[in-house]
């Protein structure tokens, strides 16, 4: 397959959600990145530079809640952007480089949550999840792994039904697992210890964007006095949020809910993200450590460098 074609579906697999969720998605841009430096026809570093910037914001396009996928554009091509006077072929290596290392990092990242998320695990714990969350999940199984007797319950996550596919991968680690619909939460929260999530964006106020039904999760834990935790990398909390931008729900085609052509003048509407606000949320597990909430700004900060009244790039 030739490199543009690799790069298109790369993208239409992200916006089709057959790539899908977050790390994943950053995963993939990575590797679009990377396929671009290697594949090149640029005969200068700006020709290369103008290139790189097309490819970024053709996968920019193709989710927009996932802050994941912004931040690993980011990581992959900020030094080059930045570095515009090195030679072609510096600025090429440089950009496969750091594509190689955010998919290194990015990997080592799930691993190294499943650990740190795992000893706030007790053995016997019954626990929640919703929808398909790798972070969510390295953290069940590490624990399980580490002797702990547990139980799971996963949602279904309508309308893409994501909570399939974490079902089966616990079951086949051996987890008991039972599946239910997103509407019997809050009839099984008085039966659970303690809910694991993932996110897809986490705000400087500690909000946390993910799949839709998480906040109705988090308001059936609270009300239950369940502690609800979010686990995901550090690449997912959103910089644009520091200076005070708001997150984009992104809304997906009606016919993923159901055929609009069967309810003729009926408006359907499929948001594919909700807003769990901080007060909800008890910690967030994320590779460099455990954190509240309240902490996500100072995260921010110190991921991008970023200090009041500067210039966010």
């Given at each position: 397959m030739?490199?543009?074609?690799?790069?298109?579906?790369?993208?239409?697999?992200?916006?089709?959600?057959?790539?899908?969720?977050?790390?994943?998605?950053?995963r993939a841009?990575?590797?679009?990145?990377?396929?671009?430096?290697?594949?090149?026809?640029?005969?200068?570093?700006?020709?290369?530079?103008k290139e790189l910037e097309q490819v970024s914001r053709f996968l920019l396009n193709t989710r927009p809640t996932a802050v994941s996928l912004p931040n690993a554009i980011r990581f992959v091509t900020h030094k080059a952007m930045v570095s515009k006077d090195l030679d072609l072929e510096t600025l090429r290596k440089m950009v496969i480089s750091k594509a190689d290392e955010f998919i290194k990092t990015s990997l080592e990242a799930v691993k190294r949550i499943g650990e740190i998320g795992s000893r706030r695990i007790s053995d016997g714990d019954v626990i929640m999840t919703h929808c398909n969350s790798d972070c969510a999940l390295s953290v069940i199984k590490t624990a399980f792994k580490q002797g702990k007797r547990l139980e799971v319950?996963?949602?279904?996550?309508?309308?893409?039904?994501?909570?399939?596919?974490?079902a089966r991968e616990l079951s086949r680690a051996g987890i008991p697992t039972t599946l239910i619909v997103d509407?019997?939460?809050?009839?099984?929260?008085?039966?659970?210890?303690?809910?694991?999530?993932?996110?897809?964006?986490?705000a400087a106020n500690g909000a946390v964007i993910n799949k839709i039904g998480t906040s109705q999760l988090a308001l059936a834990a609270n009300e239950a006095r369940v502690l609800f935790f979010v686990?995901?990398?550090?690449?997912?909390?959103?910089?644009?949020?520091?200076?005070?931008?708001?997150?984009?729900?992104?809304?997906?085609?009606?016919?993923?809910?159901?055929?609009?052509?069967?309810?003729?003048?009926?408006?359907?509407?499929?948001?594919?993200f909700d807003v769990t606000p901080p007060e909800y949320i008890d910690l967030i597990i994320t590779e460099r450590g455990i954190i509240p909430p309240s902490a996500a700004y100072v995260v921010l900060q110190e991921q991008f460098e970023w200090r009041p009244g500067e210039e966010l790039v």
């Open positions: 030739m490199a543009q074609a690799q790069i298109e579906k790369i993208a239409e697999d992200i916006r089709k959600m057959r790539i899908r969720g977050a790390g994943r998605i950053a841009a990575a590797r679009a990145l990377k396929i671009a430096a290697k594949t090149t026809k640029a005969r200068t570093s700006a020709e290369f530079l319950f996963v949602t279904e996550s309508r309308p893409m039904r994501q909570g399939l596919i974490s509407s019997a939460v809050r009839h099984f929260i008085r039966d659970v210890d303690k809910v694991i999530v993932g996110a897809d964006s986490i686990a995901a990398e550090s690449y997912k909390f959103h910089p644009g949020t520091l200076v005070g931008r708001l997150v984009e729900i992104e809304e997906r085609p009606p016919n993923e809910i159901v055929n609009p052509k069967r309810f003729p003048g009926v408006k359907i509407r499929n948001p594919v």
